[in-house]
């Protein structure tokens, strides 16, 4: 059974900084794409940021390009988002999500509907 944990949300002034932690179990890791999205209320769930099986593959929206950063631990079966120069448009529950793929092109990651586990949320508010 596949399951993802995520944690590391919480509140923070804007300018700072938070570490988004998700741990996935009941799967090869390594064989898995990973995304991380966000939901505001009343807005759909865009991609934030994704990175390949491989991890040479990574996409970033351009909404968070140069401040947030993903990466992959496959011995900790995580990956996690660094969030820096946080901005009260940030705030949102941001969701990690796996999909199990060979493919390498980042046009693939970054469609939700492409992800067939997801994570509960964590919630990132930032204040002005």
């Known amino acids: 059974q596949v399951q993802l944990v995520e944690s590391g949300g919480g509140l923070v002034q804007a300018g700072g900084s938070l570490r988004l932690s998700c741990v996935a179990s009941?799967?090869?890791?390594?064989?898995?794409?990973m995304g991380w999205f966000r939901q505001a209320p009343g807005k759909e769930r865009d991609i934030v940021a994704a990175?390949?099986?491989?991890?040479?593959?990574?996409y970033y929206s351009d909404s968070v390009k140069g401040r947030f950063t993903i990466s992959r631990d496959n011995a900790k079966n995580t990956v996690y988002l660094e969030m820096n120069s946080l901005k009260p448009e940030d705030t949102a529950a941001y969701y990690c999500?796996?999909?199990?793929?060979?493919?390498?092109?980042?046009?693939?990651?970054?469609?939700?509907?492409?992800?067939?586990?997801w994570g509960q949320g964590t919630q990132v508010t930032v204040s002005s």
């Open positions: 009941g799967l090869t890791f390594s064989a898995y794409g």
């Open positions: 990175v390949s099986w491989s991890g040479y593959n990574i």
């Open positions: 999500a796996l999909v199990h793929t060979s493919y390498s092109d980042t046009n693939y990651y970054i469609r939700s509907s492409n992800y067939p586990y």
